[in-house]
């Protein structure tokens, strides 16, 4: 999907996914990255990711819809 994305110079993205992988490429291309990983300890050393969730639920409770 990253490699189709081709937002202009204009436009945020935000990119979001369970595979920390997915989250360091995005973050190269210097998007805002939400990383979805239930494991604590793991996402405490993701400094890739500009906000760490354990799942859909904790993210929609966090945000303002």
Avoid: C, M, R
Avoid at 23 to 50: C, F, N, P, R, Y
């Amino acid at each position: 999907v990253i490699d189709y994305i081709k937002p202009s110079n204009d436009e945020e993205v935000v990119f979001l996914d369970d595979k920390l992988e997915n989250i360091v490429t995005a973050k190269e291309h210097g998007w805002t990255t939400v990383w979805l990983s239930e494991d604590k300890k793991e996402s405490q050393s993701a400094s890739s990711a500009d906000y760490i969730f354990s799942g859909i639920k904790e993210l929609f409770e966090s945000v303002d819809v």
